[in-house]
């Protein structure tokens, strides 16, 4: 049995959390609803939750400063959250958990049944990646948190070279000859580095264009990376790739 508080402003919120639980999640005991920050720091020391469903935007100390204020997060960990374009990108960053509201029965149980399955608590990266990008929203994420078959992998930014799709996987490559497949598809990589200078130039292919040493004509051309690698162009991308390497990739 899962040890869980609630922290969410919002009373029906917490209160349907709480049926949804009960209902289709019974390996989950709710200890305590909490209203803001504050409430829910005093219910993890009392309680010594497995887990905590925490709300972005709350009263008096909000779910981030909450996790600032804790330090150290020996608990498993899902927010709980409206739609919000800069939080949302800083979860995702972060590859911590998250419900959007309304909430979604299916998407529950999925949720609590990663934290049985996987039963590992955020590691200390993960925090620092998304509390960095709560508080500087308008800064490029230096690093992602990506999940592979061992686990957890943070990856710097900038030592990506390309990106291969590969189904649901995509395979990274990155400097110093390095390889990593990553449990997610090259949608979702595309998205979490459209910040920064990535282009998709095939439908397999994401590629970073700092990364590039050269552009080679054809019907669409190709590109060597700084990797030696070649990586062709989709003639419908060749234009937009074209305009970016003479404006200076942004």
């Known amino acids: 049995m899962l040890k869980a508080i609630i922290a969410d402003d919002e009373a029906h919120c917490s209160k349907t959390l709480k049926e949804m ?15 803001n920050g504050i409430e829910a720091l005093q219910a993890i020391q009392q309680y010594d939750p497995d887990l905590v469903f925490l709300d972005v935007e709350m009263p008096k100390m909000n779910g981030f400063e909450m996790l600032e204020q804790l330090g150290a997060v020996n608990f498993h960990l899902i927010f709980v959250t409206s739609y919000d374009a ?113 282009i998709r130039v095939h439908r397999s292919f994401l590629v970073n264009l700092d990364e590039v040493e050269k552009y080679v004509k054809g019907d669409g051309g190709y590109l060597v990376m700084s990797d030696g690698a070649h990586i062709f162009i989709s003639r419908n991308k060749k234009d937009e790739l074209l305009k970016r390497l003479i404006s200076g990739k942004e």
Request: with cysteine.
């Open 86 to 198: 800069y939080a949302l990108k800083a979860i995702r960053f972060s590859a911590i958990d998250y419900l959007l509201k309304p909430l979604d029965r299916v998407e529950l149980e999925a949720a609590v049944q990663k934290v049985v399955k996987r039963m590992q608590t955020p590691l200390p990266e993960q925090l620092r990646i998304i509390l960095e990008k709560m508080q500087n929203p308008a800064a490029a994420s230096t690093k992602i948190a990506l999940p592979t078959m061992e686990g957890l992998q943070m990856i710097s930014v900038e030592s990506i070279i390309s990106c291969e799709a590969d189904d649901n996987y995509t395979t990274l490559t990155l400097k110093n000859n390095k390889k990593i497949v990553v449990s997610c598809t090259l949608k979702v990589i595309e998205e979490l580095l459209e910040e920064h200078p990535f």
């Open 21 to 35: 639980l009960k209902r289709y999640c019974p390996e989950v005991n709710v200890l305590a609803s909490c209203a």
